[in-house]
């Protein structure tokens, strides 16, 4: 990531600081109504706005030296022993949400679709069962460009899943995989990743709407630079309801790893230092002012609270 990119990360953090502690304060400290519908499907009811997080279903690796790159893996072994998780194996899951906000109905990232693990791919079927319609989709946002987050958007046919739907982008990400000379010099682990981008959004190139991390993209919905996780990763605010949500993505990884150790750098994070710096921030954020927190990889419905834990954070999901 070039020295430009980390200042933009640092210009925008600034900017964010201010519009999260200026006009949208306030609205905290409200319980939201919270129903788990079935499994994999919670509904949470904050007024004016409602939302649907959804399990796409979850990934499971073994565990090795590699997966945190500046933590000794005895280190980790027993802070997933602490957690009272297996020492040898990291379960990753994945849930996208579905926010009815303004009069939109947006989903914020695709899923892995018929792409990903035989675990994984679960997210039309618990739409199905949250009474969800593709058709009703009126917006996808994507945060990144990762395989697990864009694959669901068009399936093996080729056809779009959410027809109706606008296509929602950052620019950073778009401009960074879509460059044809970063494709060509990229390493042989990274050229699936450079191909699944263009399988998903090419086709649609010319309707593909790009912002810049920063602004509002639709009403009551709020883009945060989140870079570090990937060029472009980008977090959400959503406000309008009882509380306001923060969903920020792939901030962090498996929490009782990367969120009770927030400077730990996961495998997956292109620019660790910036993930870093980007995680302290939202994790601060949230907690300062009393949001409730989404995030791609969290456990259990995958929204809840932020409370500092010594040089860390706790997370505590709703449900």
């Given amino acids: 990531m070039s020295m430009t990119r980390r200042q933009f990360l640092f210009t925008g953090a600034a900017i964010g600081t201010t519009w999260l502690g200026g006009s949208l304060a306030g ?27 959804l399990s796409d279903g979850a990934f499971s690796r073994p565990l090795d030296a590699g997966f945190v790159r500046n933590a000794p893996l005895a280190e980790v072994q027993a802070a997933l022993a602490a957690a009272g998780l297996p020492a040898d194996r990291v379960e990753v899951p994945f849930t996208p949400l579905v926010v009815d906000v303004g009069g939109q109905r947006v989903l914020f990232d695709a899923g892995n679709g018929e792409f990903g693990a035989a675990t994984a791919g679960r997210l039309l079927d618990n739409m199905g069962k949250a009474g969800i319609d593709t058709t009703s989709i009126t917006a996808v946002v994507f945060s990144h460009f990762h395989g697990d987050h864009i694959n669901g958007l068009r399936n093996k046919a080729g056809n779009i899943v959410f027809p109706k739907a606008r296509i929602f982008v950052p620019r950073p990400e778009w401009d960074w995989w879509m460059d ?6 990229a390493p042989e682990a990274m050229k699936g990743a450079f191909a699944a981008t263009r399988r998903v959004f090419l086709p649609l190139a010319s309707s593909v709407q790009k912002f810049e991390p920063g602004a509002e993209i639709l009403p009551g919905v709020h883009s945060l630079p989140a870079f570090g996780h990937t060029p472009g990763h980008t977090a959400f605010m959503i ?4 509380q306001r949500l ?64 010594g040089n860390g954070y706790e997370f505590a999901p709703l449900a």
């Fill in 246 to 309: 923060l969903y920020w993505a792939d901030t962090t990884n498996v929490a009782p790893l990367f969120v009770r150790n927030p400077d730990w750098a996961v495998m997956f994070d292109m620019d660790p230092e910036a993930a870093r710096v980007t995680r302290r921030k939202l994790a601060d954020w949230a907690i300062r002012d009393g949001l409730l927190l989404a995030g791609y990889h969290l456990p259990g419905a995958a929204i809840g609270t932020l409370a500092r834990r």
């Fill in 239 to 242: 406000e309008g309801g009882s």
């Fill in 27 to 53: 609205c905290a400290g409200m319980s939201p109504r919270v129903t788990t519908m079935a499994p994999g499907i919670t509904r949470i009811d904050l007024g004016a706005v409602a939302v649907t997080m």
């Fill in 180 to 185: 044809d000379a970063r494709q060509a010099a």
